[in-house]
């Protein structure tokens, strides 16, 4: 068992572990623990898939941003003495059971299909030439070092299928759904701000 | 390390996704449940961008997923704080107002 694959089964199982936790477990700051368990051993698996940067906006935006988020909710909406978030053991029942063969079905479908098979037959495609002035960086091109490339497929260049105008003409990278998230996300928070503001009580005098 | 075994984590992601929304009566809760359905999601796009011709724009496709994520948890946090200040408590069960 070589260092990646020990690194790969350790991220899995704290991955896994943690969001049976968060499943398992029923005081709701124990799940959001468990979830940023869970959410980072994933930013660890994305670093071992060569996805740094990736990983790294996991890192930031998931377990830093929106963890602190969901227990900034769990904060301001204290459930009261007389609330009871138990499930009944049937239900637990049920729901146990419908996970198990949801989770089977999954297993089996994945290990039904021969996947060399599907990669051998998507790599007929255009030959890829990767630019290798444009998109080196500290590491090696094989080990993830993708902050640029991203980069600049975001501004509409993709530099991995090659810079040359003949092979980039028809490959259009993302500068359209980039601006269109980023005025999604102005709405969204400013939608955000003006649902949870803090609503006045009109005083009757 | 092959694709196998990430669709697998990917998989048991999705599952305790799917329960966590099904079963948690926290409205918090069921939040939490869409952020492990949607990192399943990431973690499939990765792999297959890492073993597939998919290449850079599966991870380009997991950034957009991160970035909708953060906006969903917003809007669905602003969602439960007004329904908390409305009806102080945060039980789904409860927000049946619109039920016929």
């Known amino acids: ?6 690194l790969f089964s350790i991220f899995a199982l704290t991955t896994c572990g943690g969001a049976l936790a968060v499943v398992l477990s029923q005081n709701v700051v124990r799940m959001a623990f468990w979830l940023i368990i869970s959410l980072g051993a994933s930013a660890g698996l994305f670093f071992l898939l060569n996805a740094d940067f990736v990983g790294t906006a996991q890192l930031l935006v998931y377990v830093g941003g929106t963890l602190v988020l969901l227990v900034f909710g769990v904060m301001l909406t204290a459930s009261g003495p007389f609330s009871d978030f138990k499930t009944r053991p049937g239900e637990t029942f049920m729901a146990g059971i419908v996970a198990l063969s949801l989770l089977l079905m999954m297993v089996f479908t994945v290990c039904s299909v021969d996947w060399k098979k599907v990669v051998a037959a998507t790599n007929q495609g255009v030959p ?6 444009v998109a080196t960086g500290f590491n090696d091109s094989e080990e993830g070092n993708t902050a640029r490339p991203l980069g600049m497929a975001l501004l509409g260049i993709r530099v991995d299928h090659g810079i040359d105008s003949g092979a980039n003409a028809n490959r259009i990278g993302y500068l359209l759904p980039f601006e269109i998230a980023s005025m ?6 400013i939608g955000a ?3 949870a503001r803090a609503k006045r009580r009109v005083q009757e005098i | 390390m092959d694709l196998n075994c990430s669709l697998f984590v990917g998989a048991v992601l999705f599952v305790a996704g799917v329960v966590c929304m099904a079963t948690k009566r926290n409205g918090i809760g069921v939040l939490m449940g869409v952020e492990l359905v949607l ?10 961008a890492n073993y597939t011709r998919l290449g850079l724009d599966g991870q380009v ?6 970035v909708l994520a953060a906006a969903e948890a917003a809007v669905a946090l602003a969602i439960a704080l ?19």
């Not at chain 1, 890829?128 to 002035?133: H, K």
């Open chain 2, 61 to 66: 496709f997991s950034l957009f997923v991160i």
């Open chain 2, 82 to 100: 007004s329904f908390y200040n409305n009806h102080l408590t945060i039980d789904v069960d409860k927000a049946n107002q619109l039920q016929g």
């Open chain 1, 193 to 195: 701000a003006y649902l």
């Open chain 1, 128 to 133: 890829i030439s990767t630019a290798q002035s």
């Open chain 1, 184 to 189: 999604h996300l102005l709405v969204v928070l």
């Open chain 2, 39 to 48: 990192n399943a999601a990431n973690l499939n796009f990765v792999a297959f």
């Open chain 1, 1 to 6: 068992m070589t260092g990646h694959q020990l």
